[in-house]
């Protein structure tokens, strides 16, 4: 349902990926690992449009999206594309003046123009699902890491996206927070939600994906199923990757 057929991505002369091709299953996470640098953020944003690819096309269901270079793709599409995505960021980017429910409220009354009342429960049911419906009215900054990553949660959710992309959702947070976080992730993925993470948390991976891809400068070096790209995996240099994990 998420096609992504050689993907590339150019910054000026460097080449951040190098002919990415990747299935991802409706109702499967998939963990994205590698080392800092890889690209593992850019593909992330190659799938929501945030970066525009130099080449290759993206697939999320019926919708399909071809990019050549220096030929200019409809913002339309984009948009249409993009508003099948939600994006979870490491550092959270709440809106800091808006409290946690107007956070998870803004892209339904901005972007998708539903009234305020409707916004307003759909968040609520979404906070609620998180555990954070008694911080409704809290500032972010009042907030803990944790709370604020599960306020981000429910943002990206609240329109209801057909995938959620997470980058490093826990890398910032301390061991106990990022509990709360794995917490949340683990009822989603349970229930069905389409993932796709780059986490360097083996933790996070390895209990809620079903799939991993081992990506290093901008290629792929294997994939597979996560528990076994996680314990048995085929290739030498993964080997030596996974095991600088913990
Ligand atoms: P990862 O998330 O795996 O650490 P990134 O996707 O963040 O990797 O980065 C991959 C490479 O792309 C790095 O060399 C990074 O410096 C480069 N890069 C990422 N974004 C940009 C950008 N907007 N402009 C130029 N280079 C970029
Ligand atoms: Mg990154």
């Not at 995938?163 to 301390?174: G, I, M, N, Y």
């Not at 209990?207 to 991993?212: C, K, L, P, S, Y």
Request: aromatic share 4%; with cysteine; proline share 5%.
């Amino acid at each position: 349902m998420i096609g992504l057929e050689n993907i590339e991505k150019q910054f000026g002369d460097l080449t951040v990926l190098k002919g990415v091709t990747l299935t991802m299953e409706e109702g499967s996470v998939t963990a994205l690992v590698g080392p800092s640098g890889g690209g593992k953020s850019t593909l992330l944003r190659c799938i929501n449009l945030l970066e525009i690819p130099t080449s290759g096309a993206v697939r999320i269901g019926e919708d399909r999206l071809e990019f050549r270079p220096g030929q200019r793709v409809p913002t339309a599409a984009i948009q249409r594309l993009r508003r099948q995505t939600g994006m979870v960021f490491q550092n959270f980017q709440l809106f800091p003046h808006r409290t946690a429910i107007e956070n998870v409220m803004e892209g339904l009354t901005t972007v998708l123009k539903w009234p305020t009342d409707r916004a307003r429960e759909r968040a609520m049911e979404l906070l609620e699902k998180v555990g954070m419906a008694h911080k409704a009215d809290a500032w972010p900054a009042t907030l803990s890491g944790g709370q604020q990553q599960r306020v981000a949660i429910a943002r990206a959710l609240a329109p209801s996206p057909r995938v959620l992309l997470c980058d490093e959702p826990t890398s910032a947070l301390d061991p106990e927070l990022a509990q709360e976080v794995v917490d949340v992730l683990s009822d989603l993925a349970r229930e069905g939600t389409t993932m796709v993470m780059a986490t360097h948390d083996l933790r996070l991976a390895s209990t809620i994906a079903r799939e991993a891809v081992f990506l290093e400068a901008g290629v792929v070096v294997e994939k597979g199923p996560a528990q076994k790209l996680f314990s048995n995996p085929e290739r030498e240099r993964t080997k030596r990757f996974i095991a600088t994990l913990t």
